[in-house]
């Protein structure tokens, strides 16, 4: 399976989502990708969100009431599971929709004239659901599912970037107008409040949502937390650093602040 749900407090309505975390690439998907292996290597060291899986699972296991955590097991060059399947995405404009053919620094990274329904059926839409019926879950079990996203970015702009001439704070927290309310927002300035400066909507906005909740259930709730790579590992691709562990604590104490 494409994702793993591990399961948190029953009681627990927040979800981490890690959406860009994995490097995996299956084999007969790799084969639809130009690039050589070199130049591949390269890219998912500038695409991937490196060590947001480790992030999320530390927090989960230090915060008082453990949340769920959703993980995508492959490569977001496999599909994108956050992007819309359709033209309302903005990110279409550099080759970046939920099935990429341009890579970050705008090269072919799969033929452009190519139908992107096969990975979309295998991959995105299985996705989506258990991401639905994981907020479906937490909404049964607690009347309400706060979706918080974990996510990464490089400390200088890549050339995919469409808003990359914005600040570039050590988090980012990424907004809704519909789904991110102040008390979530309030909550995570406090608690990465000591990780240096907090930025609002650059150089990444938004947040993700299901498509079955999105802009119609004030239940569901969302934020996404863009980390500055250079404050937690080696640029573009290297290894952690003990960065992670404060921001690790930053997440769990945002995930104590949430429940009740």
């Known amino acids: 399976m494409n994702f793993a749900l591990s399961p ?3 009681h627990s309505p927040v979800i981490l989502h890690v959406p860009h975390s994995s490097r995996e690439i299956p084999d007969d998907v790799r084969d639809g990708i130009v690039l050589d292996d070199v130049a591949l290597e390269r890219e998912l060291d500038h695409i991937t969100d490196s060590h947001t899986a480790r992030i999320a699972g530390e927090a ?3 915060a008082a009431l453990r949340p769920w955590v959703f993980a995508n097991r492959l490569s977001r060059l496999v599909v994108d599971p ?5 033209e309302r995405e903005e990110m279409l404009a550099v080759g970046m929709g939920a099935v990429y053919t341009r890579t970050t620094h705008k090269e072919v990274l799969r033929d452009e004239g190519g139908d992107p329904e096969p990975l979309l059926a295998r991959y995105f839409r299985p996705y989506a659901q258990a991401m639905s019926d ?3 879950g937490r909404l049964a079990a607690t ?3 706060v979706i918080v ?4 970015y490089p400390s200088a702009p890549l ?3 469409l808003h990359g001439d914005g600040p570039r704070p050590t988090v980012c927290l990424g907004t809704d107008s519909f789904h991110t309310p102040p008390g979530l927002l309030a909550a995570a300035r406090e608690a990465f409040a000591d990780c240096g400066d907090i930025g609002l909507d650059s150089p990444f906005s938004g947040t993700y949502v299901p498509l079955e909740f999105y802009g119609t259930d004030p239940r569901v709730s969302a934020l996404m937390v863009e980390i500055r790579r250079d404050i937690y590992m080696t640029e573009p691709g290297g290894p952690a650093g003990p960065g992670l562990t404060r921001l690790a604590s930053a997440l769990a104490r945002l995930v104590d ?4």
């Open 8 to 10: 948190g407090a029953e």
């Open 60 to 62: 989960a296991q230090a």
């Open 82 to 86: 956050e992007r819309f399947p359709d």
């Open 134 to 136: 994981a907020v479906a």
């Open 143 to 145: 009347g309400r599912a």
């Open 149 to 152: 996203d974990v996510h990464s």
């Open 159 to 161: 050339p995919y970037e």
């Open 257 to 260: 602040a949430l429940p009740g």
